[in-house]
């Protein structure tokens, strides 16, 4: 054990490496929470559909169960595309501010769970 102390202490990369792992241990499991939940509701888009717009309230979270979303900016440029497993309007929801991007299905079809506000502080 004193070995392996040492080693992490001298190592930043690993260090760091093993600090990734935590945050990536500690996301997948937030993710996994509120899947459990059976209060989500399920729906599917298809491709350039809006799932929000820039400036619509917070109200809700969603979670992409298969296909890619792109988040844009009002100008219309992507600022980051999602795909399976990953949530969008986390931060309006949490902030209680209007959305600053647009989410746009970009795949040929988007199966999305949205979870509402009121079920998310709930927990």
Excluded: W
């Excluded at 937030?30 to 799932?51: C, D, P, S, Y």
């Amino acid at each position: 054990r004193e070995y392996f102390e040492k080693y992490v202490r001298s190592s930043d990369e690993l260090n760091l490496s093993l600090r990734e792992r935590d945050r990536f241990r500690k996301r997948d499991r937030a993710k996994t929470i509120l899947r459990l939940q059976n209060n989500l509701r399920e729906f599917e888009m298809t491709e350039g559909e809006v799932l929000f717009e820039h400036g619509d309230e917070g109200n809700a979270l969603y979670i992409v169960e298969d296909g890619k979303l792109d988040l844009k900016s009002r100008g219309g440029e992507t600022v980051l595309s999602i795909g399976t497993s990953d949530i969008c309007g986390l931060h309006a929801l949490l902030m209680k501010k209007p959305r600053n991007t647009t989410a746009i299905c970009a795949s040929e079809k988007c199966t999305i769970q949205e979870m509402t506000a009121g079920d998310f502080f709930k927990l």
